[in-house]
């Protein structure tokens, strides 16, 4: 062993040994220590030049970052790495690697470079017409998004991949065909009652469609209004289809509050019967009754990877959860004030739930509603049933605790995902990534840097089965994000939720390059990725 590999692994021993997580160790000393941790890993040369602006099909040369290359080994400095056209053509060491002749030159000591991140979960496809740039995604090194979540795609799946294949993005595009979509196709309105079996044999014939257009799977939502008179057999009648394409079933399980564990378990026996692997969208414990309980959680989902199923999780860096304001009532008796009342206190109050988007009362936007109560002279339960009457509103709901997201974000099953998109009211939106990798790993020490970068990367491409993205390898394509781990930290806030995140400093997607120095390089290089294409 290399003298400066051995003398990184004691020092990784020693870190370990002197700030375990049940230790309460100096938080300013911690920080310190993990500054010269860093170091250790990344030279003291700063970048003196900008980065510069590349061609997207161009031979570039990335030399002196710290590599993680996505598969939870660890750092290499010094690194160098050749780009040809969209792949990576080489993968080196300064000195030991020849740049070749006329390539473009990056200077990128002190940075980090690691695969672009691959958002499990995104409702980016809501905004991409208006700004196909996706500012708040690319600036996070975000490069591939996955859409056509919580049981809501576009459809036909084969029509929005062929636009966008016209019309590219910034970012890699992939797509789920939603259950809620093809459920309201088929049945109109008339939602709210079970399906027949004509009715769902309607159904499969259309997720038969969406798969042969390259959908990557059956998406969920049943714990909304659409989804969730859709009874279990249902949904795995439809979740046979897309297994039968190699898709994976991916949810927003039918109960993230009181009876958590009982939709886990639901998650669980469609992708069994329906024999696909399983994604729990944004795994959380969304209510007062139920914090304290990730181990549970948890270990329901092992028993089943013991078992041989797969089933893995995402989850977003956030205490707070963002929906509309009639998810509160899981009964759906809006106008009853004792289940009002009762949803109320679930979340821990009215002072939990912030109103992030009303269009009969925008005064209301960025008010909590025990605030607005207050300022109308009304009570919570007669303002929330004021709102629903009135068309309703957008909400973000700080009801989960940082502890149970440790526990969820420390087993290796479960993957970063950031549940926004572009213009989201939610700050994961635009801080999810640069969140994770300043506040989790290197202010809290939840995570080593290869590892939420192996998160981030390589197994959210293993679950997509993305055979040519998540790794810094040869011929893998140029999907590649450069930070300063010393500052990278997202900015957004819940009062100001656009905000772009600090510290990521380039990010190319199949080669090109789509931001620098801040600012988003008006490249898009995107593609319109299809199931086993």
Not at 196 to 211: G, L, N, R, Y
Not at 219 to 244: F, N, W
Not at 283 to 298: D, M, R, S
Request: net charge positive; hydrophobic share 40%.
């Amino acid at each position: 062993m290399p003298a400066s590999i051995g003398y990184r692994k004691r020092f990784c021993i020693e870190w370990r040994r002197c700030a375990p997580s049940d230790r309460r160790v100096n938080r300013y000393l911690r920080s310190i220590l993990y500054f010269l941790f860093l170091l250790s890993f990344c030279t003291s040369n700063r970048p003196q030049q900008t980065l510069a602006s590349l061609p997207a099909n161009g031979l570039v040369a990335i030399s002196g970052a710290t590599l993680i290359d996505g598969s939870g080994q660890p750092p290499v400095k010094n690194s160098l790495i050749l780009i040809k056209g969209d792949s990576i053509m080489d993968v080196g060491r300064v000195g030991r690697l020849k740049i070749p002749q006329g390539a473009r030159l990056i200077d990128a000591r002190g940075l980090v470079l690691a695969p672009g991140f691959i958002d499990t979960h995104s409702h980016s496809d809501r905004g991409l017409d208006s700004d196909p740039s996706a500012k708040t995604q690319v600036s996070q090194g975000i490069t591939t998004i996955a859409v056509g979540q919580d049981g809501g795609s576009e459809f036909p799946v084969g029509e929005f991949l062929e636009k966008l294949h016209r019309s590219p993005a910034a970012l890699n595009v992939l797509t789920f065909v939603g259950h809620a979509t093809v459920r309201s196709k088929v049945m109109g309105e008339d939602t709210s009652r079970t399906a027949t079996q004509a009715e769902i044999d309607q159904m499969k014939s259309m997720v038969e469609q969406a798969m042969q257009e390259g959908a990557f799977g059956l998406s969920s939502g049943l714990e909304y209004e659409t989804g969730k008179p859709a009874t279990t057999d249902e949904v795995i009648s439809l979740a046979q289809v897309a297994g039968r394409h190699e898709g994976i079933y991916i949810s927003h399980i039918r109960d993230e509050a009181d009876k958590t564990l009982e939709a886990l378990a639901e998650a669980i026996e469609i992708g069994l019967k329906g024999r696909l692997p399983v994604q729990i969208s944004h795994i959380k414990l969304g209510t007062v009754a139920v914090w304290g309980k990730a181990n549970e959680a948890v270990a329901l989902i092992n028993r089943a990877r013991q078992r041989g199923q797969d089933v893995t999780a995402d989850c977003y860096p956030y205490d707070a959860w963002s929906s509309t304001i009639r998810v509160l009532i899981p009964s759906g008796r809006h106008d009853d004030p004792t289940e009002v009342r009762r949803g109320l206190d679930d979340v821990g109050g009215a002072g939990n739930i912030t109103i992030v988007s009303c269009k009969a009362h925008p005064d209301y936007e960025f008010q909590t509603l025990e605030a607005i109560a207050k300022k109308e002279g009304i009570s919570p339960v007669d303002l929330y049933m004021k709102i629903v009457r009135d068309g309703g509103a957008g909400i973000v709901c700080r009801s989960m605790t940082e502890s149970d997201i440790r526990v969820f974000y420390q087993q290796p099953w479960v993957m970063v995902s950031s549940d926004g998109g572009i213009g989201s009211r939610h700050p994961r939106g635009a801080g999810t990534y640069p969140r994770v990798l300043g506040r989790f790993v290197r202010e809290l020490h939840w995570l080593t840097l290869p590892e939420a970068i192996r998160k981030m990367t390589s197994l959210p491409a293993a679950r997509l089965k993305l055979r040519d993205r998540g790794l810094i390898r040869k011929g893998f394509k140029a999907d590649i994000v450069l930070f300063d781990p010393l500052n990278v930290i997202d900015r957004a806030t819940f009062q100001q939720p656009q905000l772009i995140s600090e510290g990521v400093k380039s990010v190319f997607v199949n080669g090109g390059e789509v931001w620098r120095d801040g600012a988003a390089t008006g490249n898009r290089p995107g593609l319109a990725l299809r199931k086993n294409r």
